[in-house]
């Protein structure tokens, strides 16, 4: 398989999820790719209710894009792995080739239509 468009297109997206999660936190350097949110350590110092509300609102929004950030950078991580070591475009639970127009869609994709929907249910 001619992994190159797909390696090129999951390059693109690494660089661009990189930059998105660093605007959003901070990476977290002792687990690698797991990013923190800026917004988990507030620096409040005085208890102004309005503005912990406030925080906590932001926190919870953030940490909210923070996680799917993340999935889509280790989704992404791995498929550029799985193209190192030559299993990039195999289901991930039948081992059967993924089809050409859902890589096309989705190159990070970690599983065949037939699994679609059981891909939520992988481990990290
Ligand atoms: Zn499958």
């Not at 994709?109 to 481990?123: I, M, P, S």
């Amino acid at each position: 398989m001619d992994t190159t468009a797909y390696q090129r297109a999951l390059l693109r997206e690494h660089t661009e999820l990189e930059k998105q999660l660093a605007s959003l936190g901070a990476l977290d350097h002792t687990v690698v790719g797991d990013w923190v949110s800026a917004a988990e350590t507030p620096l409040v110092a005085e208890a102004d209710e309005n503005l912990v509300a406030d925080q906590t609102e932001e926190l919870i929004t953030r940490t909210g894009e923070l996680d799917v950030l993340e999935t889509r950078f280790r989704d992404v991580a791995r498929a550029l792995d799985k193209i190192t070591t030559g299993t990039f475009g195999t289901c991930e639970l039948c081992q059967a080739a993924i089809e050409a127009d859902r890589l096309a869609v989705n190159p990070a994709a970690r599983t065949c239509k037939l699994h679609l929907n059981d891909e939520v249910d992988l481990a990290l």
